[in-house]
């Protein structure tokens, strides 16, 4: 009966032990989801930033190029 009351109880303690850890699981894919969305759109706004510049940037030294050319 003992044996019986105390696998029960062992039995108990991993599905709650399992039931948090999953919990926590899922807490922390989420977490790292969202950061992995944030971190993404940063990098995609930083990336459109700097190719906006170097578009700018060539499009200035073409300017640049076809004036000393006219010359």
């Not at 399992?18 to 992995?36: A, C, F, R």
């Not at 969305?37 to 940037?57: A, E, G, M, R, W």
């Amino acid at each position: 009966m003992f044996v019986k009351k105390h696998n029960w109880k062992l039995e108990n303690h991993k599905k709650i032990h399992k039931e948090i850890l999953d919990i926590e699981l899922d807490i922390s894919q989420k977490y790292i989801d969202s950061l992995l969305d944030k971190v993404t759109i940063d990098f995609n706004n930083k990336k459109d930033d700097v190719l906006n510049n170097l578009d700018n940037q060539i499009k200035l030294l073409t300017s640049q190029i076809e004036k000393k050319l006219s010359i």
